[in-house]
């Protein structure tokens, strides 16, 4: 039911260690600021899913959307949809072919109070090069970093040993709101283990729909290149 990559990464991970949550034999991952619950941590951390591995347990992946359109959840549900070109619904669904985790793993309601944190930058560094690197997150073929500047463009091609190919900014306009632009990377060697890194700012609130429905056709195209699109 679990992968090797993620039994490992888990083993090895401390016991505060956030994981994520969703689907592990997903395709796609998905990496969000920090998460904003207090107890996140605690309920989806390498304990947790140590957990679920020894009794070889599944995670209940769909639940009623009772959050605000502006909610993160919501804008992952819509880009679900836009890869897999499914019709709105009053469900989440989208971790049953997703998992999703955090570039940081201190809890914060925003990005300026995070920032005042003085553990925020070394934890931050410390997740980078050594969750990051894991054989478990370098093994998805999709990799969408929704987290703005937690992440630098060197710090994605050393990580994810791509290269960059394109940018793009959705809707086309003449203003110079960097609110809706994302950058696609692929793998060097695209002949091996082709891999798609997508870079955006945090999908919530104001994201645009054509945001998400340009990065749901080139993530459904390169899932559809390597066979990998149901």
């Known amino acids: 039911m679990y992968s090797e990559n993620f039994k490992k990464l888990v083993e090895k ?128 073929p999709v990799i969408v970093l929704a987290c703005s500047d937690y992440i630098t463009p060197q710090e994605i091609y050393d990580i994810f040993d791509v290269a960059f190919e394109i940018g793009g900014k959705y809707p086309d306009d003449d203003s110079n709101s960097m609110q809706n632009h994302f950058w696609i990377h692929y793998n060097k060697d695209k002949n091996n283990k082709p891999k798609l890194v997508i870079h955006t700012r945090q999908l919530s609130v104001d994201v645009s729909n054509d945001l998400l429905k340009e990065m749901g056709k080139v993530i459904r195209n390169h899932l559809k290149s390597i066979n990998l699109y149901n």
């Open 13 to 140: 991970s401390l016991g505060e260690t956030y994981i994520g949550r969703g689907n592990p034999n997903a395709k796609i991952l998905f990496v969000g600021k920090e998460y904003s619950k207090p107890n996140e941590n605690a309920e989806f951390d390498a304990n947790y899913w140590k957990e679920k591995i020894s009794n070889n347990e599944s995670v209940y992946l769909t639940h009623k959307k009772e959050v605000g359109e502006g909610h993160t959840w919501n804008k992952y549900q819509n880009l679900h949809d836009c890869i897999f070109e499914k019709p709105k619904t009053d469900m989440f669904n989208f971790e049953e072919l997703i998992f999703t985790t955090e570039m940081s793993e201190i809890p914060q309601k925003n990005t300026r109070i995070a920032n005042k944190n003085p553990e925020f930058i070394p934890k931050l560094i410390k997740r980078k090069q050594k969750f990051f690197k894991s054989d478990f997150i370098q093994s998805f």
